[in-house]
T-cell receptor, first 113, second 111 residues
Framework: DADVTQTPRNRITKTGKRIMLECSQTKGHDRMYWYRQDPGLGLQLIYYSFDVKDINKGEISDGYSVSRQAQAKFSLSLESAIPNQTALYFC????????????FGSGTRLTVV | DAKTTQPPSMDCAEGRAANLPCNHSTISGNEYVYWYRQIHSQGPQYIIHGLKNNETNEMASLIITEDRKSSTLILPHATLRDTAVYYCIVPSGGSNYKLTFGKGTLLTVNP
């Protein structure tokens, strides 16, 4: 099983619909992250959580919300999807150790029509 | 985060060493240099990191200049599967660092 699992892998939704992307990790790490990637660009941080009771906005949080249900689970919601939220979404986890790396999931490809 | 500068693209012949440069002239004394790669639309993959000394692991070597203003990621024997975008990242924030991705270098390994 993958260390970081994202569901769904692909999703097409209509403008105005609410959608939730889910992420779970088996690394036992406290820290989790949601990133967005637009074609040809680097990843941008949407939200991050350093532990279950800690939620922080990243660079591009408008239009998104998150829920940290447990140490292992971190969900991203689009309350009312719009076409410019069409992108590749990645979840990641890290230990928080200085010098420690991030482990990323395989991504969710979201299309808003 | 310290600003990093990487060439937008590079080519390498299969079996040869790939040397990917990164400039980070504003790096602070306690900031690490991280390298990640992203193979076409997959999740980024951690490669290596370093602070001052050169580092080597099973994937690559990282050479950091003595003044720490630049570094080079070396893939000793590039294969076609190493074709990817390589990101050099120098995050601030100590143990609370968050990765910020630029556009990276697209390395194309040619047969």
């Amino acid at each position: 099983d993958a260390d970081v699992t994202q569901t769904p892998r692909n999703r097409i939704t209509k403008t105005g619909k609410r959608i939730m992307l889910e992420c779970s990790q088996t690394k036992g790490h406290d820290r989790m992250y949601w990133y967005r990637q637009d074609p040809g660009l680097g990843l941008q941080l949407i939200y991050y959580s350093f532990d279950v009771k800690d939620i922080n906005k990243g660079e591009i949080s408008d239009g998104y919300s998150v829920s940290r249900q447990a140490q292992a689970k971190f969900s991203l919601s689009l309350e009312s999807a719009i076409p410019n939220q069409t992108a590749l979404y990645f979840c990641a986890t890290s230990s928080g150790e200085l010098g420690g790396g991030y482990t990323f999931g395989s991504g969710t490809r979201l299309t808003v029509v | 985060d310290a600003k990093t500068t990487q060439p937008p693209s590079m080519d390498c012949a299969e079996g040869r060493a790939a040397n990917l440069p990164c400039n980070h002239s504003t790096i602070s004394g306690n900031e690490y240099v991280y390298w990640y790669r992203q193979i076409h639309s997959q999740g980024p993959q951690y490669i290596i990191h370093g602070l001052k000394n050169n580092e080597t692991n099973e994937m690559a070597s990282l050479i950091i200049t003595e003044d720490r203003k630049s570094s080079t990621l070396i893939l000793p024997h590039a294969t076609l599967r190493d074709t990817a975008v390589y990101y050099c990242i120098v995050p601030s924030g100590g143990s609370n660092y968050k990765l910020t991705f630029g556009k990276g270098t697209l390395l194309t390994v040619n047969p």
